[in-house]
């Protein structure tokens, strides 16, 4: 009886070994399975593209940080309260001065905000007549990008990425068009392989990142020319000193011509309209 007893429990140790490759999460999470899950990362988000026909897209990139003009208001009002309920010190005082910078740059959410609704209403031919705008999916400008095409009707895709801080995606992606990737480079791949426009609101080192990812692509001619442009020339300029990198022969005069600076969504919207109606039957 106890012989029988152990041979059936040897059976069912082995079938739950058994498991087919796809099934074993163990297995594919070994280092050796990496290049298998880059394409399954890939391949996951790209089946659903192409099932929902997005064939085109602009892209806006820009900090997880800027607020909500409503949010960053009320931020404000907190701290000036906070401030008169516990007395000002130096740590209150700088905590006050970043509220004030903070709705000082929610400007820049309106102008996304404002950009998707365009990109989703906008009457146009050829390329631009059937743009969908993508974001990295998250807070700040994505969502403010997200919330302008989706509160137009428009196709609002985000490709939200797995972080230590988890990141959820905003409320404003269309429901069969939000997704998660793992790798970095798989998000990037996604974000430029249908674009044909990038826009980059301020931001921080991810967004840096994807600016001279971007540049240096299509310094070298790895992706087809597209209309870049730069939301906040004054943040831009003094974020990063592109005179001064010319002057110290690290990039060409030329180069200074792979993008260009805007202050309105308006005034961006018509320098992609204007750069493809130049470039188009090169495209």
């Not at 990142?209 to 209309?227: C, G, S």
Request: proline fraction near 4%.
């Amino acid at each position: 009886m106890a012989s029988r007893r152990g041979s059936r429990a040897h059976r069912r140790g082995g079938s739950a070994r058994c498991l087919q490759a796809d099934e074993d999460l163990a297995f594919l999470r070994r280092p050796e399975m990496c290049g298998v899950r880059l394409q399954l990362d890939y391949w996951k988000t790209e089946e659903s593209l192409q099932r929902h026909g997005i064939e085109h897209t602009i892209v806006v990139y820009g900090s997880t940080r800027i607020l909500a003009p409503a949010v960053a208001r009320q931020r404000l009002r907190h701290t000036r309260r906070m401030l008169r309920e516990q007395g000002s010190d130096m740590q209150g005082h700088h905590a006050l001065q970043a509220a004030k910078i903070v709705l000082e740059r929610s400007r820049y959410y309106d102008v996304a905000r404002e950009l998707g609704r365009i990109a989703g209403t906008a009457q146009c031919e050829g390329i631009l007549s059937s743009l969908a705008l993508v974001t990295g999916g998250g807070p700040g400008i994505m969502e403010a990008a997200n919330r302008g095409a989706y509160e137009s009707g428009a196709p609002s895709i985000g490709l939200n990425i797995s972080l230590p801080h988890e990141q959820a995606p905003n409320p404003y992606l269309s429901s069969e068009l939000c997704f998660k990737q793992h790798y970095f480079a798989i998000r990037k791949l996604h974000l430029l392989e249908r674009a044909r426009a990038a826009v980059f609101f301020p931001g921080g080192f991810g967004t840096c990142d994807e600016l001279f990812e971007v540049l240096t692509l299509l310094q070298t001619h790895k992706i087809k020319p597209l209309p870049v442009v730069l939301v906040g020339e004054s943040y831009w300029r003094r974020a990063i000193d592109f005179d001064f990198m010319v002057s110290e022969g690290m990039i060409s005069p030329a180069d200074m011509h792979l993008f260009v600076f805007r202050e309105t969504a308006e005034a961006v919207w018509q320098a992609i309209v204007e750069w493809h109606k130049t470039h188009e039957t090169q495209l």
